[in-house]
């Protein structure tokens, strides 16, 4: 067993995040708590907080710019941590049209996948109902941002397949016709797609108790649940379908075959969630993935993860909400943050957590410290 630190995440500075003009915040190592009616920048809090370790929004959108405040031309966060009891400091900076700078200790990273991993977060969304309802893509991109957490590897053969695949979709709508020149760019993608649906595989296998112990931790007993690695690369190597496939995709246009187009087939009782769940046990599903997802990435990683869970009790029955309480309460997770707009299940938390806690709370996407909150 690795020896595993608690990770903090001690201050941060976000100016000009979304709907934040200025804000210097000191955080408990333990509970931290967000009030404050919806649309007013709780989440946007969290986000920043996210931003600092995956170097994007939760929400990431094409336009990298959107999180800068309106009427704003730059956005800057910085983090100070405690990682394995070491101070340090990591700090974001974006202009509008550039690029983004993201520097460790004052050092500016190269490539920003340098920094993915070392400081390992979950988040607990309402945009996460996308993880059943949406595209596979919802579901690659969860699974992608799990393993390369740990596994700097799986990320480079990642980034490496993603730009194979590009150049050949490239040539395809040029209608080059050479085949050796395909053969060269398909063989690089056969040997990176190897690797991935390889360690996609072997993420599934070690996932899927760990998510159907959390499902039942909340929905109870007498629902069974289960997830199904759908692949190309499970019927034939890569190399098979590109060759088989190479004239119609020059037809369509695109590659139609390989692991950019994997999923996972998310299961209730043998059904396909995305048709037979209700919205709490959508929502079920979803908080015992992202559970999951901490308990992996706390099992792989010498940090444990920092939880942000964002309107984690909405669409839920009295006993589910009982029950996350308990899980969230327990001593199993490092540094939490948590928004509500019913104080009543914060309170309820924190009474039962028994550590620090800050309570703050959130109005026109300005923070304070309430009465009863404390640092410590």
């Known amino acids: 067993m690795h020896y595993l630190c608690i990770m903090t995440l001690n201050t941060a500075t976000i100016v000009n995040y979304k709907n934040i003009d200025e804000a210097r915040l000191e955080f408990s190592p333990k509970l931290n708590c967000l009030i404050g009616n919806n649309g007013q920048g709780k989440t946007n809090v969290l986000d920043a907080i996210y931003y600092l370790s995956m170097c994007r929004s939760y929400a990431a959108t094409g336009d990298n710019s959107a999180v800068i405040r309106h009427g704003e031309s730059y956005m800057m966060l910085q983090g100070c941590y405690t990682r394995q009891e070491s101070p340090l400091e ?28 070392l ?29 390369a957490q740990n596994d700097s590897e799986y990320l480079d053969a990642l980034i490496r397949y993603n730009k194979a695949v590009e150049q050949r ?45 959390y499902y039942n931790a909340v929905a109870g007993d007498g629902e069974t649940v289960s997830l199904h690695y759908k692949s190309h690369l499970n019927e ?41 769940g209700s919205q709490g046990q959508c929502k079920t599903y979803t908080i015992a993935l992202r559970f999951a997802q901490f308990d992996f990435l706390k099992a792989n990683n010498p940090a444990v993860p920092i939880l942000l869970l964002d309107d984690i009790f909405d669409k839920l029955d009295a006993n589910r909400v009982e029950r996350i309480v308990d899980v969230v309460s327990s001593d199993r997770f490092g540094q939490i943050f948590i928004t509500d707009t019913n104080r009543t299940h914060l309170d309820e938390i924190v009474a039962r957590h028994g550590g620090g806690h800050c309570l703050m709370h959130v109005e026109n996407g300005a923070i304070t410290i309430m009465k009863g909150g404390e640092t410590a």
């Open 90 to 117: 990591i700090s974001v900076a974006l202009q509008r049209g550039k690029r983004k700078v993201v520097r460790r200790d004052g050092k500016e990273y190269q490539r920003l996948s340098q920094h993915i991993g």
């Open 236 to 276: 034939g190597s890569m190399l098979e379908h590109l060759t088989a496939t190479r004239e119609r995709d020059m037809i369509l246009g695109y590659t139609t075959r390989g692991i950019h187009r994997d999923d996972i087939e998310l299961m209730l009782d043998d059904y396909p969630m995305r048709r037979t």
């Open 169 to 213: 979709n490239a040539m395809i709508k040029k209608e080059m016709r050479d085949p050796l020149l395909y053969e060269t760019v398909e063989q690089a993608m056969s040997i990176h797609a190897s690797l991935i649906h390889r360690r996609r595989s072997q993420w599934v296998e070690q996932f899927m108790p760990i998510f159907m112990h």
């Open 119 to 147: 400081l390992p977060v979950v988040m607990v969304s309402p945009m996460d109902w996308d993880l059943v309802r949406g595209s596979g893509e919802e579901r690659r991109r969860f699974m992608d941002l799990i393993i």
